[in-house]
């Protein structure tokens, strides 16, 4: 089994930073793709960034320019660097790991985090 516990989150104005970090544990040989999703009141859980064990990644349009996805493969742990955040950004963010390559759907999925909490004001 794999365990994912997700940190970082928070409250924050418009505009601001925060990083977000995923820590993997348990069976993690068991882990390539790694991803961050989100999740606002009443909408549906939605792909952030997605990167492999390669470093290969994918970002959502409406994150790009904005937001990083990396990982060290080595501890290992992903993290999400965001910048110049929106309100719309405000969301559950959770971690997510998976055996294949980079996807983007939400079932295509594993292993999940329990999610943290970035709130925008504006």
Not at 16 to 40: E, K, P, T, V, Y
Not at 49 to 59: K, N
Not at 69 to 78: G, H, L, Q
């Amino acid at each position: 089994q794999v365990q994912l516990v997700e940190s970082g989150g928070g409250l924050v104005q418009a505009g601001g930073s925060l990083r977000l970090s995923c820590a993997a544990s348990g069976s993690i040989f068991r882990i390539n793709a790694m991803a961050w999703f989100r999740q606002a009141p009443g909408k549906e859980r939605e792909v952030v960034a997605v990167i492999s064990t390669g470093g290969s990644t994918y970002s959502a349009d409406s994150v790009k320019g904005r937001f990083t996805i990396s990982r060290d493969n080595a501890k290992p742990t992903m993290y999400l660097q965001m910048n110049s955040l929106k309100p719309e950004d405000t969301a559950i963010y959770y971690c997510a790991a998976r055996r294949g390559t980079i996807a983007t759907m939400k079932w295509e999925y594993d292993y999940w985090g329990q999610g943290t909490q970035v709130s925008v004001s504006s």
